[in-house]
């Protein structure tokens, strides 16, 4: 499907409840939810069938749901043009799930970095954890979506899907749009605080790790007091030989919306100890805003549901109509 300029574009993305969500989160994909939320058709999900590949236990899950829900809101995406629902109410996900599983080669999963990764951190390797890119691929074909927000790591989730959209259209005739990544220059991928080759993660057992989008101020600059930089005290932005300090300029240009080339250049001739302060300043300036909102969505939990429930009837409609279609050409009743 062409999108004109003048033509809004229908965008879909989806996040984890698995824990808060972080910083890196916050700048590898919100940021752009929000901006895209204002001008385009969007379909937000909180992604708790994804989430199920972990095990879980119930109780935090159902919160985690809420309070993921809130922090989107919270973040800047517009309710009254994006659409945000929580994946399992709306089990037209699960159908094309299946449908698009029987359309994707086992090579192609195996290739995933993600499942590598993961299945040789956990010892639960089901298959949901395999199959876990169609049902990302469903998620995004079912709204014929021509754009998908996620940093750098869902890159090539989002190319499968493409892959399987132009397997299928080419099969049956054309049906889905072919998706493209919005990927953003500068914070698609932020690295863990304690080991920048590593990407932050709020999984990572060392919570100095990470910075958490409802850490309070205190907490933000002790964990960018302790975070690791390099050896020689030269700022530059160079991620393959400095990345703890790289690390931190993305974080400060991505919080400012600039470059981090620009970033480096601001701090030339300064020493690690003003940086860690910039930074921390910048995050805390940026975190600000959002938690006070965070706090306002939570107290008010009718709001909340009622806006969840009412997106999830939007959801399911769309899907509906984009099923009823894969239905017929795959020589299927509905
Ligand atoms: P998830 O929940 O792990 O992450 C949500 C989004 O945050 C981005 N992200 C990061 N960006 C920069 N630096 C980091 N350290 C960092 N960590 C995470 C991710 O790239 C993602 O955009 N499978 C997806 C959820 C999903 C989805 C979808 C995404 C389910 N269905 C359909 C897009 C379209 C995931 O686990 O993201």
Redesign the pocket.
Known sequence: METTPNQPRTI?????PSGGM?L??Y???MKNWAIMSQTDNCYYAV?DL?ALTVRQNPAELRRNIRNLAAMILACGVNPERATLFIQSQVPEHSVLAWLLTCHTYMGELSRMTQFKDKSAKQENINAGLFTYPSL?AA??LLYNANG?P?????KQ?VELARDIAIRFNNAYGETFAVPEPFIPKY????MSLQDPTK???KSDENPNAYISMTDDNDTVARKIKRAVTDSDGVIEFDPEHRPGVSNLLTIYAACKGQSAVDAAAEFAGQGYGQLKQAVTDAVQSALAPVQAEYARLLADKEHLNALLRSGAEKASAAGRRTLRKVYRKLGLDM
């Open positions: 879909l993305s989806a996040m984890q972080t890196g989160n700048l590898g994909a992604a994804h990302m998620d995004i998908v996620v940093g750098a790591d869902q989730h914070g698609a991928r932020i990407k932050m993660s």
